[in-house]
């Protein structure tokens, strides 16, 4: 009925608008970026051709080894953080039996999730306060001397972790959730039926069943983390000093306040480069212990 | 949790009748267990609304005053004109919701036209492109932005909401969530239609785009959370107060009031989390619904 180079023309309109967009605002600046990496460039004179310099300047750039370690701190502290508690609340929701109460905990666990998150940082900023903010005062309480949320270099990590936790966690929650529910309930029955214990039941059935989920958690929160800008940049600063300064802080301080273009994009292409690495790492060892259902 | 299970427990808790056995009072206990830390864990994200709410209706000169309160105590509202008076707020919200809506309409065009070429249409070269789409998932916002603003700045678009816009549109995870649903449909229904000598397009538009409905759904609601919470392009892109989003508008709220007044901001805060529950409370069906259909399976 349709002919092979009617589908052909055809098919290419409907994929216009996208392939314009994705390569006017995806495909043109990587390509775009690569060749900025080798410019000089300030926005306002233009681009000058400058060879390996910016990748000299990136392996001798002195702040670049702290901000990539926090960038790393952050990361080893928030995924697992959010792959274990995500991982828990989604357990503990499972096996509440009333409708009414699953639904109370999974709006309060997801709300936060869609809530601006400039909004809340900077109402948990105030928080934060060493002076009169609400977490020093219940410390207060409890007889515990107050904590410098803000500006110790290793108490802005837990900061940040306990804001992230609670706007984030609802996300890696829900998704656990959905893969617990679509396990199909007949596996616990023959496994009950079988004299399984809830342990056996959980590590037998639950978790294996589970791992497609809690792989695409472990891929989409450690993208995530690797580009921590938001909570950061509204909670901290990357303060003190460099103490919280992640990738994207820097990029955007080259960038946008410093106007140097050419040497953000090579730390930009930087960052690019791991994000890859880490992806096809996770990929190549998921065969190990990702089982997908066989349909 | 299995259907046993279930009805016990509905049985022993609904009526006082004591069921005997080991198996049902330990279900108790792990149920109250549960319920005990499940209910720890909703008050670590509650407090804060509730700190924020009742703080947002103290006076201004009590605002950062201890005890803090969980429960509001007074009820200042003029805090609440503040937040519209001092700054261009309603401006703020305003211009959130006109980009929002602009990019979720765009998108969702853009994306389900593209979807039902990569799911209906045969043709060489389909698989390359959506293969190269997909890889463009993994390219990081922080290396695009830089040409991004190079090119909207040649365009003489910094500082317009068509910076915001025009890059928005594009996202290979919508693309790939909807092909993933129109791939569920099966191909008689275009067949049928064709033989009633409707087009190609009458078949997008009139018969695969409303069956695709629960992913367009989703993808609406999780394309205008992203973009409606966006920090980092609003922050790069706009200079002026009256053509910022609420996200940036925040930190002006922050700057006004800041010293003195905290009780503004935290009324902008409340203020700023009725529109993310309005659309949580219209879409968290299809939410669910969409995550489940969204292909976690391979």
């Given at each position: 009925m349709h002919s092979k180079g009617r589908n052909t023309v055809v098919g290419f309109?409907?994929?216009?608008?996208?392939?314009?967009?994705?390569?006017?605002?995806?495909?043109?600046?990587?390509?775009?970026?690569?060749?900025?990496?080798?410019?000089?460039?300030?926005?306002?004179?233009?681009?000058?051709?400058?060879?390996?310099?910016?990748?000299?300047?990136?392996?001798?750039?002195?702040?670049?080894?702290?901000?990539?370690?926090?960038?790393?701190?952050?990361?080893?502290?928030?995924?697992?953080?959010?792959?274990?508690?995500?991982?828990?609340?989604a357990l503990g929701v499972s096996r509440i039996l009333s409708n009414k109460w699953k639904y109370f905990y999974r709006t309060i666990f997801y709300f936060p999730v869609l809530v601006t998150t400039a909004s809340v940082a900077i109402a948990w900023q105030f928080m934060f306060d060493f002076d009169f903010g609400v977490l020093n005062y219940l410390l207060g309480l409890m007889g515990i001397n107050p904590v410098e949320w803000l500006t110790s270099p290793s108490w802005v990590y837990v900061s940040v972790a306990i804001f992230s936790l609670w706007k984030f966690v609802g996300n890696s929650f829900l998704?656990?959730?959905?893969?617990?529910?679509?396990?199909?309930?007949?596996?616990?029955?023959?496994?009950?039926?079988?004299?399984?214990?809830?342990?056996?039941?959980?590590?037998?059935?639950?978790?294996?069943l589970l791992t497609p989920t809690i792989f695409f958690v472990l891929i989409t929160t450690m993208i995530g983390a690797i580009q921590i800008f938001d909570e950061p940049y509204l909670i901290t600063n990357g303060g003190p000093l460099d103490a919280s300064r992640t990738i994207s802080l820097y990029i955007y301080e080259l960038a946008f306040q410093n106007h140097t273009m050419g040497y953000a994009s090579t730390v930009a292409l930087s960052l690019f480069v791991i994000i890859l690495i880490i992806t096809i790492i996770q990929f190549k060892m998921s065969n190990r212990w990702v089982h997908y259902e066989q349909d | 949790m299995s259907k046993i299970g279930d009805f016990e427990i509905k049985n022993s808790t609904s009526k006082p009748v004591v069921s005997p056995g080991s198996f049902n009072s330990r279900m108790k206990k792990i149920n109250l267990v549960t319920h005990g830390g499940l209910m720890l864990f909703a008050l670590y994200l509650a407090l804060p609304f509730m700190w924020i709410i009742s703080t947002s209706l103290r006076l201004p000169k009590d605002s950062f005053s201890l005890p803090p309160t969980f429960w509001p105590t007074d009820f200042i509202v003029g805090n609440y004109l503040d937040v519209f008076l001092q700054v261009p707020f309603t401006?703020?919200?305003l211009n959130s919701i006109k980009i929002a809506a602009i990019v979720v309409l765009g998108h969702i065009i853009i994306s389900s036209m593209a979807a039902y070429a990569f799911s209906r249409i045969d043709f060489p070269g389909r698989n390359v492109v959506f293969i190269i789409f997909l890889a463009g998932l993994m390219i990081p916002g922080q290396v695009t932005i830089i040409p991004q603003f190079i090119l909207l700045s040649k365009l003489n678009l910094v500082d317009t909401h068509a910076s915001l816009i025009l890059p928005a549109l594009i996202n290979p995870i919508g693309i790939f969530l909807i092909r993933q649903m129109m791939l569920t449909i099966p191909k008689t229904f275009d067949e049928a239609a064709f033989i009633d000598g409707a087009n190609?397009?009458?078949?997008?538009?009139?018969?695969?785009?409303?069956?695709?409905?629960?992913?367009?759904?989703?993808?609406?609601?999780?394309?205008?959370?992203?973009?409606?919470?966006?920090?980092?392009?609003?922050?790069?892109?706009?200079?002026?107060?009256?053509?910022?989003?609420?996200?940036?508008?925040?930190?002006?709220?922050?700057?006004?009031?800041g010293t003195g007044n905290l009780s503004a901001i935290l009324a902008g805060v409340t203020i700023s989390l009725i529109p993310p529950l309005l659309i949580y409370i219209l879409g968290q069906k299809y939410l669910v619904e969409g995550i489940t259909m969204g292909g976690l399976k391979q």
């Amino acid at each position: 009925m349709h002919s092979k180079g009617r589908n052909t023309v055809v098919g290419f309109l409907f994929l216009l608008p996208a392939i314009l967009t994705f390569g006017l605002f995806i495909g043109e600046p990587l390509i775009h970026a690569l060749i900025l990496s080798f410019t000089e460039y300030n926005v306002i004179t233009p681009a000058k051709l400058i060879g390996w310099d910016n990748f000299k300047q990136f392996l001798n750039d002195d702040r670049l080894g702290l901000i990539y370690w926090n960038t790393f701190k952050f990361l080893i502290i928030l995924v697992p953080m959010h792959m274990i508690a995500g991982l828990l609340l989604a357990l503990g929701v499972s096996r509440i039996l009333s409708n009414k109460w699953k639904y109370f905990y999974r709006t309060i666990f997801y709300f936060p999730v869609l809530v601006t998150t400039a909004s809340v940082a900077i109402a948990w900023q105030f928080m934060f306060d060493f002076d009169f903010g609400v977490l020093n005062y219940l410390l207060g309480l409890m007889g515990i001397n107050p904590v410098e949320w803000l500006t110790s270099p290793s108490w802005v990590y837990v900061s940040v972790a306990i804001f992230s936790l609670w706007k984030f966690v609802g996300n890696s929650f829900l998704f656990y959730l959905i893969g617990i529910q679509n396990i199909p309930k007949t596996l616990y029955e023959a496994a009950e039926i079988d004299g399984a214990s809830s342990f056996q039941r959980l590590f037998k059935i639950t978790l294996p069943l589970l791992t497609p989920t809690i792989f695409f958690v472990l891929i989409t929160t450690m993208i995530g983390a690797i580009q921590i800008f938001d909570e950061p940049y509204l909670i901290t600063n990357g303060g003190p000093l460099d103490a919280s300064r992640t990738i994207s802080l820097y990029i955007y301080e080259l960038a946008f306040q410093n106007h140097t273009m050419g040497y953000a994009s090579t730390v930009a292409l930087s960052l690019f480069v791991i994000i890859l690495i880490i992806t096809i790492i996770q990929f190549k060892m998921s065969n190990r212990w990702v089982h997908y259902e066989q349909d | 949790m299995s259907k046993i299970g279930d009805f016990e427990i509905k049985n022993s808790t609904s009526k006082p009748v004591v069921s005997p056995g080991s198996f049902n009072s330990r279900m108790k206990k792990i149920n109250l267990v549960t319920h005990g830390g499940l209910m720890l864990f909703a008050l670590y994200l509650a407090l804060p609304f509730m700190w924020i709410i009742s703080t947002s209706l103290r006076l201004p000169k009590d605002s950062f005053s201890l005890p803090p309160t969980f429960w509001p105590t007074d009820f200042i509202v003029g805090n609440y004109l503040d937040v519209f008076l001092q700054v261009p707020f309603t401006a703020f919200i305003l211009n959130s919701i006109k980009i929002a809506a602009i990019v979720v309409l765009g998108h969702i065009i853009i994306s389900s036209m593209a979807a039902y070429a990569f799911s209906r249409i045969d043709f060489p070269g389909r698989n390359v492109v959506f293969i190269i789409f997909l890889a463009g998932l993994m390219i990081p916002g922080q290396v695009t932005i830089i040409p991004q603003f190079i090119l909207l700045s040649k365009l003489n678009l910094v500082d317009t909401h068509a910076s915001l816009i025009l890059p928005a549109l594009i996202n290979p995870i919508g693309i790939f969530l909807i092909r993933q649903m129109m791939l569920t449909i099966p191909k008689t229904f275009d067949e049928a239609a064709f033989i009633d000598g409707a087009n190609r397009f009458w078949v997008y538009y009139r018969v695969i785009l409303p069956m695709a409905m629960p992913a367009i759904v989703v993808t609406s609601v999780m394309h205008f959370i992203a973009t409606w919470n966006d920090f980092f392009r609003p922050l790069i892109f706009l200079n002026t107060y009256e053509k910022m989003t609420l996200p940036i508008g925040m930190t002006v709220l922050k700057g006004v009031f800041g010293t003195g007044n905290l009780s503004a901001i935290l009324a902008g805060v409340t203020i700023s989390l009725i529109p993310p529950l309005l659309i949580y409370i219209l879409g968290q069906k299809y939410l669910v619904e969409g995550i489940t259909m969204g292909g976690l399976k391979q």
